[in-house]
T-cell receptor
Framework: GQQVMQIPQYQHVQEGEDFTTYCNSS?????IQWYKQRPGGHPVFLIQ?????EVKKQKRLTFQFGEAKKNSSLHITATQTTDVGTYFC?????????FGTGTKLQVIP | DGGITQSPKYLFRKEGQNVTLSCEQNLNHDAMYWYRQDPGQGLRLIYY???????QKGDIAEGYSVSREKKESFPLTVTSAQKNPTAFYLCASSILDTNTEAFFGQGTRLTVV
């Protein structure tokens, strides 16, 4: 079945440093979604990318979808303590959404 | 308020007992899902349903059962056959479309002792 892998699994950064998580799929994706889960919370939708090579920005967050639609990245510029949490990519599909393994971000003040 | 509600938030059960986790949504979504999350792990799909009275097994369905008698409700039963039931269980819903986001409930943390 479809597999979605994320790297790194964990990342510790000093507040103010940048952070990037990468998502790779074994198959071509129709779309890629990104979610954020705060500690003790539930995943919350951030954004969806559909087009090959698409780039979207949300304030300090930049999302990219690869040209081959098999990989994606999330980059956070100048991290803040409010960015702490686990970031998941997810491969959207008609029948189900397949989640990546997640990257847990810790921000050191 | 529109949303998806899971109850209870914390649940304790003795080994060998079946337990049912509730999930209700008032978003008028056709699709509903159950995921399991273990510490430091991603989300693994247990069951999903696209329409009332129909559901499909996900990647880790063994030891679990579901029902979808109403569009709004998708309860999950963790049976005694589930070898390691202690986990965080998340219910989600979405409209039935390829390019659509999933809305999650607050989750139920099940501990089996």
């Amino acid at each position: 079945g479809q597999q979605v892998m994320q790297i790194p699994q964990y990342q510790h950064v000093q507040e103010g440093e940048d952070f990037t998580t990468y998502c790779n799929s074994s198959t071509t994706l129709s779309n890629i979604q990104w979610y954020k889960q705060r500690p003790g919370g539930h995943p919350v939708f951030l954004i969806q990318l559909v087009k090959s090579g698409e780039v979207k920005k949300q304030k300090r967050l930049t999302f990219q979808f690869g040209e081959a639609k098999k990989n994606s990245s999330l980059h956070i510029t100048a991290t803040q303590t409010t960015d702490v949490g686990t970031y998941f990519c997810a491969a959207g599909g008609y029948q189900k959404v397949t989640f990546g393994t997640g990257t847990k971000l810790q921000v050191i003040p | 308020d529109g949303g998806i509600t899971q109850s209870p938030k914390y649940l304790f059960r003795k080994e060998g007992q079946n337990v049912t986790l509730s999930c209700e949504q008032n978003l008028n979504h056709d699709a509903m899902y159950w995921y399991r999350q273990d510490p430091g792990q991603g989300l693994r799909l247990i069951y999903y349903s696209q329409i009332v009275n129909d559901f499909q097994k996900g990647d880790i369905a063994e030891g679990y059962s579901v029902s979808r008698e109403k569009k709004e409700s998708f309860p999950l039963t963790v049976t005694s056959a589930q070898k390691n039931p202690t986990a965080f269980y998340l219910c989600a819903s979405s409209i039935l479309d390829t390019n659509t986001e999933a809305f999650f409930g607050q989750g139920t943390r099940l501990t089996v002792v």
